[in-house]
């Protein structure tokens, strides 16, 4: 029997199988053994204990399509990051390191503002032509009006999405519009898992329809980039392919040298100074890291 790991906590993972429900299973000793850790999104072979209590033990892994270490979740086929257009302003350092992350999976990322209904009309121009220009797609909600939520479910149809964002800029309430219509199976979990010892955060995967998963991840307030070259870096900004191969120097990193095309297009606002500046920021932390 096959099914997808939606949940994981305190050593249980509940798989979702499609028409026979959700069962709580347990992971065999096999994978401890070969230091691989089940994760929230993944395809798994399960045996069944006892259809009745529907229990079971995860048997196998199935081939991922990719990975992500934080949030740990598995097959994921696009990210919806959220922030606050206003109230908290927009940290476009943390957003920038969540896109560098995503870049580097190779996962498409969809950028949604939210409070459009309390921002300025010059706040949210500054937030859309920022990013715009990177050539992501750019969503602006309010939540509390409602408004793009269609949008959003649009755009989210047919996909596996892991959603994050920091506390504070209305994540939640967004998840609640996008499964409003659905009658969520993971009440089970509830009944489950409601013994009172567990409050820590977890990802958790959440059908907004029969095609459709989000998953929601813990709010996140650092991120660090360190398991990269800091050459590698440059090529996680989108915006500066097309100025690739038109510095004076072959390799350049567009930080101290001269005549450099990346650094001529910021200076002619092609490239937006706020992800030149956290760029910058970016190399000189993987440039410091010490090496073990």
Do not use: W
């Not at 892994?61 to 270490?69: A, D, H, I, S, T």
């Not at 706040?123 to 949008?151: D, F």
């Not at 100025?243 to 095309?261: L, V, W």
């Amino acid at each position: 029997m096959q099914g997808k790991i939606i949940k994981g906590i305190a050593g249980f993972y509940y798989v979702s199988v499609a028409e026979s429900g959700l069962y709580e299973c347990k992971a065999r000793g096999v994978f401890r053994k070969e230091k691989m850790k089940p994760l929230v999104g993944d395809d798994v072979a399960l045996e069944v204990i006892d259809e009745e209590e529907k229990t079971g033990n995860i048997t196998a892994v199935l081939p991922r399509k990719n990975e992500l270490v934080r949030p740990a979740v598995a097959n994921v086929d696009q990210a919806l990051v959220v922030f606050a257009i206003t109230q908290p302003e927009p940290h476009f350092n943390l957003l920038d390191r969540f896109l560098v992350m995503m870049e580097r999976k190779e996962i498409p990322t969809v950028l949604g503002f939210n409070k459009e209904d309390i921002a300025t009309e010059e706040q949210t121009a500054e937030v859309a032509a920022t990013y715009r220009a990177c050539g992501y797609p750019i969503v602006l909600i309010s939540a509390k009006e409602k408004r793009n939520i269609e949008k959003v479910k649009q755009l989210l149809k047919g996909k596996t999405t892991v959603i994050a964002g920091p506390s504070g800029v209305g994540k939640s309430s967004l998840i609640n519009l996008l499964q409003s219509d659905v009658q969520m199976e993971t009440g089970d979990i509830s009944k489950k898992i409601a013994r009172g010892k567990h409050t820590t955060r977890h990802s958790e995967l959440i059908a907004i329809d029969g095609e459709s998963y989000i998953m929601d991840t813990p709010g996140f307030s650092s991120l660090y980039v360190s398991d990269m070259e800091k050459e590698e870096l440059k090529y996680c900004f989108r915006e500066f392919a097309p100025f690739e191969g038109n510095c004076r120097y072959q390799g350049c990193d567009h930080i101290h040298e001269p005549d450099c095309a990346v650094k001529r297009a910021v200076e002619r606002g092609e490239i937006h100074q706020i992800r030149y500046r956290d760029y910058t920021e970016l190399y000189g932390e993987l440039q410091g890291r010490k090496k073990y």
